[in-house]
């Protein structure tokens, strides 16, 4: 499966973005889905993932965007989406999307980088004070 995140661009501090995850190859409904993020000299971390484990809806999100960020996908335009609300300047990063045959059913496993196989090129979120 191939994978194309989009949708980033310069907004102001409290604004919204929402980014989308367009998969090509696969149907992405078949993967799970996770949001990683990249700021500026900093190692690349987790952001958010609803992993695909016995058809629930469990979500699994870093602290730091918990309330502001939800996750959503639509399986008939095979697109995964993470809708940003009242977006921070500490949001500021290249955001990336990521796919695999990832079932977890805690924090640890499914925010787990080396768990996805198939990543997209990231999406430049730039959030100004």
């Known amino acids: 499966v191939q994978l194309q995140a989009s949708g980033g661009g310069l907004v102001q501090a409290g604004g919204s973005l929402r980014l989308s995850c367009a998969a090509s190859?696969?149907?992405?409904?078949?993967?799970?889905v996770a949001w990683f993020r990249q700021a500026p000299g900093k190692e690349r971390e987790f952001v958010f993932v609803?992993?695909?484990?016995?058809?629930?809806?469990?979500?699994y999100y870093a602290d730091s965007v918990k309330g502001r960020f939800t996750i959503s996908r639509d399986n008939t335009k095979n697109t995964v989406y993470l809708q940003m609300n009242s977006l921070k300047p500490e949001d500021t990063a290249v955001y990336f999307c990521?796919?695999?045959?990832?079932?977890?059913?805690?924090?640890?496993?499914?925010?787990?980088?080396?768990?996805?196989?198939?990543w997209g090129r990231g999406t430049l979120v730039t959030v100004s004070s």
């Open positions: 190859g696969r149907a992405i409904s078949s993967y799970t």
């Open positions: 609803s992993p695909k484990v016995w058809n629930t809806d469990i979500q």
């Open positions: 990521a796919a695999g045959q990832v079932f977890c059913s805690n924090y640890v496993c499914a925010s787990a980088q080396h768990r996805y196989d198939y």
